[in-house]
């Protein structure tokens, strides 16, 4: 397992965050062997299939160099000419074998960690001038294991190398007998041929190398458990400030609803320890709301309001207590409360239509006896 400088065991998994700051320092898995095998393996089928034609681009080329007459000799501006249409047939020759170079190391990145641009990683460090710094890199497990790769990567290529020829040594003895273009034809085959076997050589090579890529990176983001515990922290951030926040959005909140109390039909209490706000439209609600509501000091605020608008307030230390304690404000009450506030309500509208009003013991209102809480008056 992966230790800090102090000795510490980096144990744990690490977390997003780790993983997210890391790619922000250009920290991401790389396989120079990935790289290496796509661009062998396209460069050889590259040349498998289009060789031929840039031999005879070549061959065009050069007869065109080595054909120019007297005019050209004794004239430097036909021959700057004459060197210009040469180098611009050179370079539309290769174009297409270097802009699908280009294209295989830009993309090759997406297979493993992507693309990251990062300034950090770009960033000069006075630490890499560190003679010492370099020593204990030099004679690091990273750099035997550099070491010990790039040897059996080369002992691999020799080999297959040595398997090649021995496969066509034949052929390249007969060539000899060959006419000189068919000979030319035959040896750049074989060089190309020559070209895919060492490249395939490399998958042997990437297979082993993109795994211990990815374990080493995942060992590298490795946390301690107490490195997981601050990272936890920072995230959940610090009680006091999450304290504060709350106490702002209750501040926020209360305020809001008081400022609903004055569009209430009804204030239910305990009478002093609590204090509901209900509302009720018959033609744009299908059931009373609580617009408001609250406890002791709440409580007296909400009661000042009331008295403030000349809204009811009815004593209904019951129907109080369950509304407090099982309702929600901005929501309709709890449907087994529905008897008890219709009672309350139509109690209510018969003082305001000036109607004869109907006595009624709002201490024993119908409450459900799940909803009902002990007085605390």
């Given at each position: 397992?992966?230790?800090?400088?102090?000795?510490?065991?980096?144990?744990?998994?690490?977390?997003?965050?780790?993983?997210?700051?890391?790619?922000?320092k250009g920290?991401?898995?790389?396989?120079?062997?990935?790289?290496?095998?796509?661009?062998?393996?396209s460069?050889?089928?590259?040349?498998l299939?289009?060789?031929?034609q840039m031999?005879?681009?070549?061959q065009?080329?050069?007869?065109?160099?080595?054909?120019?007459?007297?005019?050209?000799?004794?004239?430097?501006?036909?021959?700057?000419?004459?060197i210009?249409?040469?180098?611009?047939?050179s370079?539309?020759?290769?174009?297409?074998?270097?802009l699908?170079?280009?294209?295989i190391a830009?993309?090759s990145?997406?297979?493993?960690?992507?693309?990251?641009?990062?300034a950090?990683?770009?960033?000069?460090?006075?630490?890499k001038?560190?003679?010492?710094?370099g020593?204990?890199?030099?004679?690091?497990?990273?750099?035997?294991?550099?070491?010990?790769?790039?040897?059996?990567?080369?002992?691999?290529?020799?080999?297959?190398?040595?398997v090649?020829?021995?496969?066509?040594?034949a052929?390249?003895?007969?060539?000899?007998a060959?006419?000189?273009?068919q000979?030319?034809?035959?040896?750049?085959?074989?060089?190309?041929?020559?070209?895919?076997?060492?490249?395939?050589?490399?998958i042997?090579v990437?297979m082993i190398?993109?795994?211990?890529q990815l374990?080493?990176?995942?060992?590298?983001?490795?946390?301690?458990?107490?490195?997981?515990?601050?990272?936890?922290?920072?995230?959940?951030?610090?009680?006091?400030?999450?304290?504060?926040?709350?106490?702002?959005?209750?501040?926020?909140?209360?305020s809001?609803?008081?400022?609903?109390?004055?569009?209430?039909d009804?204030?239910?209490?305990n009478?002093?320890?609590?204090?509901v706000?209900?509302?009720?439209d018959?033609?744009?609600?299908q059931?009373?709301?609580?617009?408001?509501?609250?406890?002791?000091?709440?409580?007296?605020q909400?009661?000042?309001?009331?008295?403030?608008?000349?809204?009811?307030?009815?004593?209904?230390?019951?129907?109080?207590?369950?509304?407090?304690?099982?309702?929600?404000v901005?929501?309709?009450?709890p449907?087994?409360?529905?008897?008890a506030v219709a009672?309350?309500?139509?109690?209510?509208y018969?003082?305001?239509?000036?109607?004869?009003?109907?006595?009624t013991?709002?201490?024993?209102?119908?409450i459900?006896?799940?909803?009902q809480?002990?007085?605390s008056?």
């Amino acid at each position: 397992m992966a230790e800090n400088e102090d000795g510490t065991e980096k144990s744990e998994e690490p977390t997003e965050k780790k993983r997210r700051e890391a790619r922000e320092k250009g920290q991401i898995p790389r396989s120079r062997e990935l790289t290496t095998l796509l661009l062998t393996l396209s460069a050889a089928f590259f040349l498998l299939f289009y060789g031929g034609q840039m031999l005879l681009e070549v061959q065009a080329i050069a007869i065109k160099g080595l054909s120019f007459d007297r005019d050209h000799a004794f004239d430097l501006l036909k021959m700057w000419e004459l060197i210009q249409s040469m180098l611009l047939a050179s370079i539309y020759m290769v174009l297409p074998f270097m802009l699908l170079m280009a294209f295989i190391a830009i993309v090759s990145p997406l297979l493993l960690g992507g693309w990251a641009f990062s300034a950090k990683a770009m960033a000069p460090k006075l630490s890499k001038l560190n003679p010492v710094s370099g020593i204990k890199r030099m004679f690091s497990f990273k750099a035997l294991l550099e070491l010990v790769k790039a040897l059996a990567k080369f002992t691999l290529v020799i080999a297959i190398a040595t398997v090649f020829l021995y496969m066509v040594f034949a052929e390249l003895l007969g060539l000899g007998a060959e006419p000189l273009k068919q000979a030319l034809a035959h040896a750049g085959t074989l060089i190309i041929q020559a070209f895919i076997f060492v490249s395939l050589s490399l998958i042997i090579v990437a297979m082993i190398d993109v795994p211990f890529q990815l374990w080493d990176h995942n060992r590298q983001l490795k946390m301690t458990k107490q490195e997981v515990k601050e990272e936890f922290k920072q995230q959940e951030g610090n009680p006091e400030v999450k304290g504060r926040i709350r106490q702002v959005q209750r501040e926020m909140s209360q305020s809001r609803m008081m400022q609903n109390v004055p569009q209430a039909d009804v204030i239910v209490t305990n009478p002093t320890h609590f204090a509901v706000a209900l509302k009720y439209d018959a033609e744009s609600m299908q059931e009373p709301v609580v617009l408001a509501m609250g406890a002791d000091f709440m409580a007296s605020q909400i009661r000042t309001i009331a008295r403030e608008h000349d809204i009811p307030i009815i004593e209904a230390p019951p129907l109080a207590r369950a509304l407090y304690y099982n309702a929600e404000v901005e929501r309709p009450i709890p449907y087994e409360l529905f008897k008890a506030v219709a009672a309350v309500l139509a109690y209510v509208y018969q003082l305001k239509s000036g109607g004869r009003v109907t006595d009624t013991n709002f201490k024993d209102l119908p409450i459900p006896e799940e909803m009902q809480a002990e007085s605390s008056e």
